[in-house]
């Protein structure tokens, strides 16, 4: 009987395998539609994408897992009448090891994009040219032909007499470029805006999280939306609510000055903000400005508060980014030897679930933004990190950051460690507390989940420990850690609302 299980087994052991092993090639030939060539500029990246995924398109799809693959090539003078091939032969860099000839056998969603807009990194900015998304059953080898035959679009708010937008010159960020860069924000007016034509409000200055435009504006004052009912009830604070652009020539452009995206906080600080409070009656004040956000925006609100201690009056901070880099996504940027393994020699984690299983490695992370940088490297991939090197490190060669870490090796570059230094917000304050902690008393809250999705939470501890420790003054900061809570859990923006009106309330 053991026997007879035993060959059973292996029966099916070999017919899994045999399954697994099924591969086939892809081809796909791309070319220009006739109806858009002449918006097609011969020179830019190439990408096909091919995701398992059955939903959406999969160039809004470039999260790094086992379902997404993405291919790319930089292509110059691309002579419009002739199509490009991706195949098996065709030398493209990869975000997976896989290439188009030995694809596993299943059923994938196929796009692709041509990227000719260099000015910005990110390959949702307006002007690049994609395909509709093909869905095939790879069960034999195959080829396609998919034209180019749509154009990305600007971001489009929907204004009205309570949502405005804001678009104005940056001359700060101008002179930086040497050519014409604009700045814009969506303003949301009080219920009472109109009916109260004398009364100066307080502002609440918002930052999305990773690469969140203004337009998201829009979404809180959806029509027939929870938000929007509240927001006109006459219950909600009587505040204007501005969501600030993360859009930057790196990614996010973290709304601080930077030697390689630009001086992002100087155009905030002196152009953006004095703009708003001129424009539609805020108070103007340093104690009228309130700042908050989660992930990306909580690291923006609270870095905000700390560089400009006098401008801003209180930062409510979720789920921020690395305050600490010591703990920088599990990494010590300054003693670590490498990015991708840790000093046990295994893959470092970058992504886990609230149980703490991991689910990318920093490794891979990395090799999909690597893919989408027309470098060829995550410097200006328009992802996080693209971000994260454009404002913490210093200008490197042909225009591109210096890189923390090697994108192919993980090798760390401790001389561009320390250039992250002054970014480090622990470092920061713990170096300049008897300077800046009075200007920061009843100015931060901080909220955390102790299982963020991106080992967020160590780098709070030591931040929060580091805080609690000053004398002359103590601190005042509020820090709360959620036990098995994610990232953003328990971001709200209508309890934000409500605690910044309460400030406004005691300061009046």
Not at 89 to 117: F, H, M, T
Not at 468 to 497: R, W
């Amino acid at each position: 009987m053991k026997k007879i299980l035993y060959f059973i087994s292996l029966f099916v052991s070999v017919v899994c395998l045999s399954e697994a092993q099924n591969t086939f090639s892809l081809e796909v030939a791309t070319f220009i539609s006739e109806d858009i060539k002449n918006q097609f500029k011969p020179n830019g990246r190439l990408f096909l994408f091919v995701s398992s995924s059955r939903f959406g398109e999969p160039r809004q799809n470039t999260w790094p897992n086992s379902s997404n693959k993405i291919y790319a090539l930089n292509l110059k003078n691309w002579d419009v009448r002739e199509p490009f091939v991706f195949d098996g032969l065709a030398n493209l860099d990869k975000s997976v090891d896989v290439g188009l000839d030995a694809l596993p056998e299943g059923n994938y969603r196929i796009q692709v994009l041509w990227d000719q807009n260099p000015a910005m990194a990110g390959i949702d900015e307006e002007g690049n040219l994609y395909s509709k998304a093909f869905t095939v059953e790879l069960d034999k080898n195959t080829t396609l032909s998919l034209p180019l035959e749509k154009v990305t679009q600007p971001p489009v708010l929907n204004e009205n007499d309570f949502v405005k937008l804001v678009d104005i010159k940056s001359g700060a960020v101008s002179e930086f470029w040497g050519s014409e860069k604009r700045i814009k924000a969506a303003v949301v007016l009080p219920s009472g805006y109109y009916d109260n034509p004398e009364k100066r409000y307080p502002v609440r200055y918002n930052i999305a999280g990773y690469g969140g435009r203004y337009t998201r504006a829009g979404r809180f004052m959806r029509e027939g939306g929870r938000a929007k009912e509240w927001w006109m009830s006459g219950e909600a604070p009587q505040v204007i609510n501005v969501y600030l652009d993360g859009d930057g020539p790196f990614g996010d452009c973290y709304q601080l000055d930077s030697e390689n995206s630009g001086p992002y906080g100087t155009a905030l600080t002196e152009e953006l903000i004095p703009y708003i409070e001129k424009t539609y009656r805020a108070a103007g004040t340093p104690e009228s400005r309130f700042l908050d956000g989660c992930s990306t925006g909580g690291w923006v609100s609270l870095a905000l508060q700390i560089f400009y201690p006098d401008f801003f009056n209180g930062c409510f901070s979720y789920s921020a980014d690395q305050v600490d880099f010591e703990n920088c996504q599990l990494m010590n940027i300054y003693e670590d030897e490498n990015a991708f393994y840790n000093e046990y020699g295994y893959l470092r984690p970058i992504v886990r679930d609230v149980d703490g299983e991991p689910r990318v490695s920093q490794k891979n992370f990395i090799l999909f933004e690597n893919v989408l940088g027309a470098s060829g490297t995550y410097l200006n991939s328009g992802g996080q990190f693209s971000a994260f090197t454009a404002l913490f490190s210093p200008k490197g060669e042909n225009g591109l950051p210096k890189p923390l870490f090697d994108p192919f090796t993980g090798a760390i570059d401790h001389e561009v460690a320390k250039h992250w230094e002054k970014y480090d917000l622990k470092r920061y304050v713990d170096n300049n507390w008897e300077t800046l902690g009075p200007k920061l008393q009843g100015k931060i809250w901080i909220w955390m989940g102790d299982m963020d999705h991106f080992y967020l939470n160590p780098p709070m501890r030591a931040f929060s420990r580091m805080i609690k420790a000053q004398k002359d003054p103590v601190s005042d900061a509020e820090i709360t850690f959620a036990p098995m809570q994610g990232h953003c859990a328990g971001y709200n923006e209508m309890e934000v609302l409500r605690m910044i009106a309460e400030k406004w309330e005691k300061i009046k």
